[in-house]
């Protein structure tokens, strides 16, 4: 008996469309019509994700749907496919859900403003890139949604670009994290060396049969790559400076980068790779030690700022910290816990 399709692949694909039609037609709609399909497509991606992960409660996980072969290259494959677990399923309503409240609260905040129809284009890239990332069965199409994060982040911190202090605040989120993700880059190159693969089903098999390590080793040094990855996007000390910048974007994008999307990624990406980690134990300290390091002095940080969206950039900073400390002390389920209704109270706030 085969496995029903999901079609998996519509998600993402649905926001794409959105911002591929405000995108290119955009400039001759009315204000209306750019929400109206910036809307219409990021609700039908929550509806379609909504529906994807009721049916896969009650079928065998993980459901993977491959749809080809990307990249062939000698011995080494990589997948375009999507994977569906009760990680994927949190994240994905988390970032569906959100996002279009989000898209929502958008449509009023920005009706006065210029470039309607490119604010929402670029929003819907956003969650097309941030629904590749938590929905890839590999981790070269996870990096394609990572990169694809930071590109739209780039656009969207640096949306009143005429204004000197946003053009520099999107350069630098987006330079910040070129730095972590070289570290992520290694990572995966350390890993096809040692596996051969970059697909989670094949990785996370062959560590099966892999006992934890004593001293510092090779997965040790791939988790630390993979930390360090998700330290930049994740922004915990020392490449946390580039997310209090970040409000120089309209309020929406803020609430939008803060909760549903880019900074989650680091938290997402640890836990997914637990399997890794969990064979580190040096390298889970070190995650431990950088979560508890952040959550302390980005508190201490924010409780001396006079703007209110830097209290809660320096906010959002140091609840990461302890989203990283809940991974490093292995309890990746209360890290996620925590990144769930952190989407929520930090998107109200």
């Keep these: 008996m085969t496995e029903p399709s999901f079609n998996l692949w519509v998600i993402p694909l649905l926001p794409l469309a959105g911002a591929a ?9 009315k204000n209306a019509m750019v929400s109206f399909v910036a809307l219409l ?8 994700a909504l529906w994807a992960v009721v049916q896969g409660l009650n079928m065998r996980l993980p459901h993977v749907e491959t749809l080809g072969t990307w990249i062939w ?53 956003f969650m097309f890139f941030m629904l590749t990332l938590v929905l890839a069965n590999n981790y070269l199409l996870m990096f394609v949604g990572w990169e694809g994060v930071g590109l739209a982040s780039y656009l969207l911190i640096g949306f009143f670009f005429l204004k000197d202090s946003a053009a520099n605040a999107g350069k630098k989120a987006f330079i910040v ?18 596996f051969g693969s970059l697909d989670y089903a094949v990785v996370f098999g062959k560590l099966g049969h892999l006992g934890t390590e004593a001293g510092w080793g090779f997965l040790t040094a791939v988790a630390l790559c993979l930390m360090f990855g998700a330290t930049g996007k994740s922004a915990q000390v020392p490449l946390y400076i580039w997310l209090p910048d970040a409000m120089e974007g309209p309020t929406p994008v803020s609430a939008l980068i803060h909760a549903a999307t880019m900074v989650t990624a680091g938290i997402y990406m640890i836990a997914r790779s637990s399997a890794i980690f969990s064979r580190a134990p040096h390298a ?61 109270f930090k998107a109200l706030l």
């Design 177 to 194: 994290n070129r730095i972590g993700d070289f570290a992520f880059l290694i990572g995966m190159f350390l890993l096809i060396q040692h």
């Design 73 to 125: 290259a000698g011995s080494f494959s990589a997948p375009f496919g999507f994977y569906l677990d009760h990680l994927s399923m949190v994240m994905v309503l988390v970032v569906t859900g959100v996002g279009f409240l989000i898209h929502i609260y958008s449509v009023g905040y920005m009706a006065h403003e210029g470039g309607y129809y490119r604010f929402f284009a670029y929003l819907n890239l």
């Design 41 to 48: 497509f990021t609700a039908a991606s929550f509806g379609w």
């Design 21 to 29: 039609i405000n995108g290119l037609f955009g400039r001759r709609f």
């Design 284 to 344: 889970l300290e070190i995650v431990a030690i950088i979560g508890c390091l952040t959550a302390i002095v980005a508190a201490i940080i924010g409780m001396a700022q006079t703007d209110i969206k830097r209290v809660l950039a320096y906010s959002t900073v140091s609840q990461l910290g302890y989203m990283f400390l809940a991974c490093g002390v292995a309890a990746y389920s209360a890290g996620i816990f925590h990144l769930m209704t952190h989407a929520f």
